[in-house]
Structure formats: C-alpha cells, structure tokens
C-alpha cells in the first residue's frame, strides 16, 4: 500500500493566492496607500502654495504609493514562509 505525501513536490509550484488579480500584499499596499491619502486629505487644512492648494498634490502622492509598489512587484510574491517559520 502506497501513501502519497500531502505537500506537493518542489516540481509543482503553488500559485501565489490572488484577490482581484492582486497578491495579498499588494493588495493590502493599495487599500492602505488610499485610505492614508483620504484620511490626510480630509484631516488637513488648505495648503496655500503659490495661491493654490497642494493637498491635492500630496493625495494623489500618497494613494499612488500603492499601485507603484504593486508595478515593481508585480512578477514577485512575497514569501510567507519566511517570515513565519512552520516548526
């Protein structure tokens, strides 16, 4: 009687798990980046430079944080098991 291993070889790669075509930490990066650029822009009083307002300018910086960080790590997953080691 053969007993098959429950983990898959090293052959077989698992796909990373993906949310809305996003990993899970580039997902998490893009809601934080726009909820910190919200809350900032609500919170913030009117920045006067030159005669205009450049709260606009830090939120659009801000939210943009996110799917930049997702553009450099778009091919790389991030490796959970390096972080939590299963003992």
């Not at 430079?49 to 091919?75: E, N, Q």
Request: negative net charge; contains cysteine.
């Amino acid at each position: 009687m053969h007993i098959e291993p429950l983990q898959p070889d090293d052959e077989q790669q698992q796909e990373a798990g993906k949310v809305f075509g996003l990993r899970y930490h580039q997902l998490i990066v893009v809601l934080l980046s726009l909820i910190a650029a919200t809350q900032l822009y609500s919170w913030m009083n009117p920045i006067q430079v030159g005669g205009h307002d450049i709260r606009l300018y830090l939120f659009l910086f801000i939210a943009l944080i996110g799917p930049t960080y997702c553009f450099f790590y778009r091919k790389e997953a991030m490796d959970i098991k390096s972080i939590w080691p299963h003992k």
